[in-house]
């Protein structure tokens, strides 16, 4: 059976990121000369109404409606340099952005590396520390006393528990008899009740009819035990710790005479440098995504440089001067005029259909924008749980073509490629076991002595091997 590893799927998921982000680039493109294309044709609008106000106005009207004209396009173009400058400074920053996340991604391959082969080294360590102890007679006989101390507890345990479910049970009839448990909450029978002698008399004769003294053993009895046996399992339990804690310091002492715990400290140092940078990465990638989501919005005229632009020349050609130009040369059975009414009608519908387009084009940009956010988020993920460390695998190498593409068309969301990554991911096992000494026996806590890992069972290591989850071996299992 072929297996993916986990570093080929992180760099197939970062082809498909870049794939998306090359589609969303291609869209911003479009966007952006859809948009410059429907300011021009504002501008081209402006000087088709020069060209009719010279066929239809005297020379000053002419000169008024012309300058009035000028002075709207001119403020306009200034507006529209000022909203193609905020385009270009954040395409700058992303460029230079783009450049430190290939840096920082080399640096983090590096640093999984240097991991991987130390959790390595480390495994192979526990495994001939482990050989060493099963035959050490000393380490036997502490195993087997930690082992018997172990299944004394759970015994007690079980008799406390069993005690409970029966004190629970068997107590329903004698607290849903009233009597009886009015006279017990008085305290009757005891030194602690107390009352009128009339009161003591009524009681008495309750007592009679509900034969409380001959019942009120039996209850205090099923009460009292379970506390008891809690108690004595308590004491089983610490006395369990104690044999298993006198186990893990041989194990302990083992480990750092073999220099397995030195490795760990070193895997400690490293690991959380591995977690500094993916932190530092993941903080880069949600301004990234602030930055492609306000470079997007640039793109498909969201900006106040260019609606303003667009309003003013829109404002301008709205004039009553210019709009009677425009009524009145329709009406007017002149070629001269017709042609320039045509001209105008004909840039209409252009404007139209670009209006259509950018709609268009801002749907599409507005859902890549979302597909390469959630992509880096499922990376992200990818990498916090290591499932891109040496002995991580995938099992089926179509699987992770197939749901990446299907993510990339819209047709699976990212809850449902991370679930088929999740499912899909495996890491492997080494030579340590993981139930070796106190790793099938109960911690005192719960884990006390760490030894480091990638995210997952990687290999052995006392008390329960490495587990998931902040990374890292922990021995010392939990009952």
């Not at 506390?227 to 006395?239: G, P």
């Not at 956010?373 to 992770?400: A, K, Y």
Request: glycine share 8%; aromatic share 6%.
């Amino acid at each position: 059976m072929k297996f993916l590893s986990g570093s080929s799927a992180l760099g197939s998921m970062q082809e498909g990121l870049r794939e998306a982000k090359a589609d969303l680039e291609t869209t911003g493109a479009r966007l952006r000369t859809a948009s410059e294309s429907l300011a021009e044709l504002q501008r081209e609008e402006g000087g088709i109404y020069r060209e009719l106000a010279g066929l239809r106005l005297d020379e000053m009207v002419r000169d008024q409606v012309v300058g009035d004209l000028d002075a709207a396009e001119r403020r306009a173009l200034d507006l529209l340099d000022e909203h193609r400058a905020q385009i270009e400074a954040i395409d700058q920053e992303l460029a230079g952005r783009e450049g430190d996340r290939g840096t920082r991604n080399k640096e983090r391959a590096a640093l999984v590396t240097r991991l991987d082969k130390l959790a390595l080294q480390i495994d192979e360590a526990e495994a001939k520390v482990q050989a060493r102890l099963a035959k050490d007679p000393d380490f036997a006989a502490q195993l087997e006393q930690a082992e018997q101390a172990e299944a004394v507890y759970k015994r007690a345990q079980r008799k406390a528990d069993q005690a409970m479910e029966d004190r629970l049970e068997k107590g329903k009839p004698f607290e849903d008899e009233a009597l009886f448990m009015y006279l017990w909450a008085r305290g009757y029978g005891t030194s602690e009740y107390s009352a009128w002698p009339v009161i003591r008399w009524l009681d008495r004769k309750v007592a009679e009819i509900c034969r409380f003294e001959r019942l009120r053993p039996n209850y205090s009895m099923l009460l009292r035990l379970p506390e008891k046996l809690s108690e004595h399992a308590d004491d089983k339990r610490v006395a369990a710790e104690a044999e298993t804690a006198r186990l893990e310091e041989m194990e302990r002492g083992a480990m750092e005479t073999d220099g397995v715990a030195a490795q760990a400290q070193d895997f400690d140092v490293l690991e959380a440098e591995l977690a500094a940078l993916d932190e530092a990465m993941a903080r880069d990638e949600k301004a990234d995504a602030g930055l492609h989501e306000r470079r997007a919005a640039l793109l498909s005229g969201e900006s106040d440089s260019y609606r303003k632009a667009l309003d003013l020349l829109t404002s301008a050609y709205r004039q009553e001067s210019i709009r009677a130009l425009y009524r009145d040369a329709s009406a007017t059975p002149l070629p001269d005029d017709d042609f320039v009414v045509e001209k105008l009608d004909d840039l209409t519908e252009r404007r139209d259909d670009l209006e259509r387009e950018i709609e268009h084009l801002r749907a599409m940009q507005q859902t890549q924008v979302r597909r390469v956010s959630e992509l880096e988020e499922v990376i992200g993920t990818f990498r916090r749980r290591r499932f891109d460390s040496r002995n991580s695998e995938f099992s089926d190498p179509s699987m992770l073509t197939m749901v990446l593409g299907q993510f990339l068309k819209g047709a699976l969301s990212s809850r449902g490629l991370w679930d088929a990554l999740r499912r899909a991911q495996r890491f492997n096992k080494h030579r340590a076991d993981p139930g070796f000494g106190s790793g099938g026996l109960r911690s005192p806590t719960g884990g006390r002595v760490k030894f480091p890992g990638p995210l997952g069972p990687i290999g052995g290591g006392f008390g329960g091997g490495r587990r998931s989850g902040g990374g890292g071996f922990r021995t010392g299992g939990s009952f």
